[in-house]
């Protein structure tokens, strides 16, 4: 079978050699390294495939911008771009247009990498994406302050993070009246969807849509947790932290203005950096467990998918491999800081060596939480802006959570036509 | 034969119309009519955006606007006590009546709950099939009105500024463009930054400085400033548009008209409005028309600043195109904001007068 | 006498402290972004948020990087031209024909004058998502790369401008300038090109100035009719491109550092024109 694929990539290959140079598009991230590392990459893919030119393509910084872009092509079914870089919430919204890879090798590729996120990318049995760097939530804290106060090591529960962020907040703010203990992504976006996951599926409270297609996130665990989130708001979190992106969560926690933060893994070495108020004073672990004895990490991270409409599919089909390899995947790792998707990656010297906290991601990694983007496909997009609007008004304070979650599980019945389990 | 003459001259004129028309017609037939065709189309169907092949897309008639529009009204029944008389909320002191999800139809459409209002001693509830929508409207007229008033005001009296002689003229010329010409996408983030919760954030580092808060409010959160920033962005960035548009209009007033006026001892005030903005008004309708039009699409500024926390007509179009795919639906706002802009724009042409042939 | 003296002098200074406040109300936002273009990361993340950039201890500390990293961006740069070329050529097309038709219906007699206006501007009613697709379709069949597709797509926003406030400029000229042209032998068109246009050159500055400024500033038709041309990309593009050295982080100090460079040129632009803003018609010029 294998060979048999081999074969009929190089067929094809041939072929399409035979009636001139073939170009390949890659629509993948933005300017910078990670720019510079894709090119490299092509540059290397073209010396082994010579006769092919591969063009890599920016497209914007912004998920929703690259998003329009993207469907824009698919709308008109353009060839023009070959192989696309997927957010992990795209693969079911955007299966139709997009190759099985299985069919042009992909289950040579599929086992080395987490299960979680093949799964993720396998819509009706096709494997729609093939993984290229991953994400997962992550609890930052301060080191230093946390001894100050005597405690020798990070919260393990939600609860145990609110008492300690209580206790140092009161004791720092008297020097600076910014400091915090926690901050979070808390705007009504979908960085809300991940942390809410998050502290929904860590008591206990499912992932608002299980894989058998049923809604269950009208449910008391859900509603539980939520209530503690809206008794942090102004307390142990500032009141802006609902207008809270990554980025502004980061820019306070790296000014040295908080205790906790929930984030990417990016945070970590940005943080690390020369000109970082908390260079050296901070650690990382994974997220506090509720309820169910567990913490749970949200799903992040990007895909490279084959485009039907591109005329040289397996072509393309063997540059995504390609791309997302281990040795790629492992410089970019080391240059980049780009989570690898493959497993063997985290016990490898040199990746371990630049980025220590790589050794220790690998739990959250490998236990990580998708967001229903797949079972909800096409529709996820809906669900999402639902759940994080409904998320928004409880931590807000406008509803109450129990009735905001019931009327979010109508809504969402609704919307996807699927069955809500209620409590 | 002097009529013949005429009617020859009117002829020719007409002809010379038609052939100076054309190059803006054969332009826009080019770039506007499949387009616009296309929205007005796609707005009575379910199309999908980037569908696929496996996708079909059917006539449903005016479904969109209905989904869209559909509003109704419920009287809520009154929550009784054991003894019969309506019971009161503890902490509030307010009456209670029934929860309005209870007593707004299901089917065969869901409606949701909008506002209430009291009615005669009733409390009625209103139910729209897409408040988020319906909100939109809103929040743009409100937005679009405040808006707009704020920069014309400003905008005139920066242009008279500007018209009045003093040194430092060109300087302020120059200058007054300078919010217009920043890229519309990067000055939303500059306010976004400017806005910042924490004393991170200008206004209320400036606030806290002044003793005037604690250095967190929240201004693109809370219900309260959100509007009110909207609009203070855009009076900034818009206002410059307004003041070159009524300069350009205060230029083509004849300065004799002023001169005869001084030597008529008319005071300033009177000059003005005797003088300026009669000859003002057909420069002024247009300012405002093009301005409103573009208030009421308003789209970067509601896009960047509060993303789906409160939308705009054009960004929750934007949201059910991109996010959402639905093209049918995502048609028939625009053919809706389509309308809502005619209807402004007759307005003020017939308000100014200036639409006479 | 010195009571009037002094009261003018007031006057004359509450004037000033007026336009002092205006300059202020102006220039503000804009200096913060170019004060937080001259700031490191820490720096921006600072609490409170200083005037002028200053280190930890509270000294003045300039940070260069943010410019020398948009500048060693080739794309940026490249788009400065590219956004050059392209409101610069969409805003002649567009006084070159919208001043054609404005001619027509503001100084020549035909029938259907309104519904043509109203035509005109129904044009440019539409928000720009919703056509999106439908110029994408249109731009595809005619087969155009993206410099020639921007320029004729943001003339759906432009045209309808220029013609409609020329047209108030238009129909504002005395009908007696017309009627001596012709008795003096001129054919119409020779009166609107010889005589007319240049009266109007404050309109068309005007004019110019806004249309060019709005398609300086357009990011949705350019980011799809560039997406498989990089190398046409125009600043707002380039910009939304921009990206921290890993995923997630935003590079927010070099985005301002951008705002700013990129609004010097426009200034520039106003600054050779504003003369003519005011200059042109002096209307004791217009009398017939």
Not at chain 1, 230 to 257: C, H, M, S, Y
Not at chain 1, 365 to 377: D, Q
Not at chain 2, 97 to 124: C, H, M, T
Not at chain 2, 258 to 270: L, P
């Amino acid at each position: 079978m294998k060979k048999f694929l081999l074969v009929l990539t190089l067929v094809t290959f041939l072929l399409s050699v035979s009636f001139g140079a073939v170009t390949l598009t890659v629509a993948a991230g933005a300017v910078g390294i990670e720019l510079e590392l894709a090119q490299q990459a092509a540059e290397e893919f073209m010396a082994l495939y010579p006769g092919v030119e591969v063009k890599v393509l920016e497209t914007p910084d912004l998920a929703t911008d690259r998003l329009g872009l993207y469907l824009q092509f698919f709308e008109a079914k353009s060839s023009e771009v070959d192989v696309y870089q997927i957010d992990v919430i795209w693969p079911g919204d955007l299966a139709q247009h997009l190759v099985d890879l299985y069919q042009y090798g992909g289950h040579d590729y599929a086992g080395n990498h987490f299960p979680a996120i093949i799964e993720n990318n396998t819509v009706d049995g096709k494997l729609i994406g093939i993984p290229w760097f991953t994400d997962a939530g992550l609890l930052y804290y301060r080191t230093d302050l946390l001894e100050k106060y005597g405690y020798d090591h990070p919260p393990a529960t939600w609860d145990e993070l609110e008492e300690m962020a209580k206790t140092v907040q009161a004791g720092e703010k008297a020097n600076n009246p910014d400091f915090w203990g926690f901050v979070f992504q808390g705007n009504a976006y979908e960085g809300l969807t991940c942390d809410a996951l998050e502290w929904v599926a860590s008591n206990g409270g499912g992932t608002i849509i299980n894989t058998d297609k049923q809604i269950t996130i009208a449910n008391s665990k859900a509603a539980e947790i939520l209530e503690q989130v809206r008794g942090w708001i102004g307390t142990i979190a500032p009141e802006g932290v609902l207008g809270f992106a990554e980025e502004d969560a980061r820019k306070v926690f790296q000014g040295g203005n908080a205790l906790f933060m929930r984030n990417w893994p990016y945070a970590w070495s940005l943080g690390q950096s020369d000109d970082s108020a908390v260079k050296g004073l901070f650690g990382a672990c994974p997220l506090p467990a509720g309820d169910s004895g567990k913490g749970a990490a949200a799903l992040g991270g990007w895909q490279l998918a084959v485009s039907k409409y591109s005329k040289n599919p397996a072509l393309a089909a063997q540059l995504a491999f390609y791309l997302a390899n281990y040795e790629n995947q492992k410089k970019r790792a080391i240059i980049g800081s780009y989570n690898p998707t493959i497993m063997s990656l985290y016990q490898d010297p040199d990746v371990l060596e630049a980025t220590p906290i790589f050794g220790s991601l690998y739990d959250v990694f490998i236990n990580a939480t998708a967001r229903p983007s797949t079972a909800s496909a096409p529709r996820y997009n809906e669900v999402s802006t639902l759940f994080f609007q409904a998320v928004h008004s409880v931590i807000s304070g406008e509803e109450e959570a129990m009735t905001a979650l019931e009327n979010l599980a109508l809504d969402l019945e609704e919307v996807t036509g699927f069955e809500v389990i209620w409590e | 034969m002097a009529k013949k003459q005429s009617s020859l001259l009117l002829k020719r004129q007409q002809s010379l119309a038609i052939k100076l028309l054309l190059p803006t017609f054969i332009v826009l037939g080019l770039v506007a009519i499949y387009p616009l065709g296309d929205v007005f189309v796609t707005s009575f169907t379910d199309r999908e955006f980037a569908g696929g092949e496996d996708n079909t897309t059917d006539f449903v008639g005016f479904q969109n606007y209905f989904s869209l529009l559909g509003f109704t009204f419920k009287e809520l029944p009154p929550v009784l006590n054991d003894d019969g008389t309506q019971k009161i909320d503890e902490k509030t002191g307010e009456p209670v009546y029934e929860r309005a999800i209870r007593v707004l139809p299901r089917d065969p459409y869901r409606y949701r709950e909008l506002s209430q209002f009291n009615w005669f001693g009733k409390r009625i509830v209103v139910g729209a099939r897409n408040p988020d929508f319906l909100k939109a409207i809103w929040n743009t007229l409100v937005f679009t009105v405040l808006s707009v008033f704020l920069e014309t005001l400003l905008g005139l009296f920066i242009a008279l500024v500007v018209n009045s002689n003093f040194k430092a003229k060109g300087a302020l010329r120059t200058t007054m463009l300078v919010p217009w010409a920043v890229i519309t996408v990067v000055s939303a983030r500059i306010w976004e930054w400017m806005l910042q919760p924490g004393n991170i954030g200008f206004f209320n580092m400036l606030l806290f400085r002044l003793g005037l808060g604690d250095g967190q409010a929240s201004f693109l959160t809370s219900a309260a400033l959100q509007m009110p920033s909207m609009v203070m962005v855009d009076v900034w960035k818009t206002t410059p548009y307004m003041a070159l548009l009524i300069l350009a209009g205060l230029q083509t007033i004849p300065k004799e008209l002023y001169e005869a006026a001084n030597v008529d001892g008319a005071h300033k005030v009177r000059q003005f409005f005797s003088i300026t903005f009669p000859l003002l008004r057909p420069a002024l309708a247009v300012a405002l028309i093009f301005r409103t039009l573009d208030a009421l699409r308003v789209f970067d500024v509601f896009q960047v600043l509060l993303g789906s926390k409160m939308y705009s007509m054009a960004s929750y179009n934007y949201f059910q195109l991109i996010q959402n795919r639905q093209m049918g639906l995502a048609s028939a706002i625009g053919v809706i904001i389509f309308i809502f802009i005619a209807v402004f724009a007759v307005i003020y042409m017939r308000l100014m007068g200036v639409d006479k042939e | 006498m010195t009571r009037k003296k002094t009261k003018q002098l007031i006057s004359k200074i509450l004037f000033y402290i007026l336009i002092v406040v205006i300059f202020f109300y102006l220039l503000f936002p804009f200096y913060w972004a170019l004060n937080s273009s001259l700031k490191s990361e820490a720096q921006l993340s600072q609490t409170p948020a200083t005037f002028i950039p200053r280190d930890a201890n509270g000294k003045i500390s300039i940070f260069w990087n943010n410019y020398a990293s948009i500048f060693a961006n080739a794309t940026f740069v490249r788009s400065i031209f590219n956004s050059i070329i392209v409101a610069g050529s969409t805003t002649l097309v567009s006084l070159l024909i919208g001043s054609f038709s404005a001619f027509a219906l503001g100084k020549l007699y035909f029938k259907g004058k309104k519904v043509t206006l109203y035509l005109i501007l129904s044009m440019t009613m539409f928000p720009q998502v919703t056509v999106l697709s439908g110029l994408y379709a249109v731009i595809t069949t005619l087969n155009l790369a993206a410099v020639p597709s921007m320029i004729l797509t943001y003339m759906i926003f432009t045209l309808p401008f220029t013609t409609w406030v020329l047209t108030t400029f238009f129909k504002q000229l005395p009908n007696e300038i017309m009627q001596s042209a012709q008795v003096d032998g001129a054919t119409p068109f020779q009166t609107f090109w010889m005589i007319l246009l240049p009266l109007t050159a404050p309109a068309l500055v005007t004019t110019g100035l806004l249309a060019f400024i709005a398609a300086w500033n357009e990011y949705l038709f350019a980011l799809t009719f560039t997406s498989i041309e990089p190398t046409a990309r125009t600043i707002p593009v380039a910009i939304s491109m921009f990206s921290g050295t890993i995923a997630r982080q935003e590079p927010f100090g070099e985005i301002m550092a951008a705002a700013v460079m990129v609004t010097i040129p426009v200034v520039l632009l106003v600054l050779i024109f504003q003369r003519k803003i005011v200059a042109g018609l002096t209307a004791g010029a217009v009398k017939g």
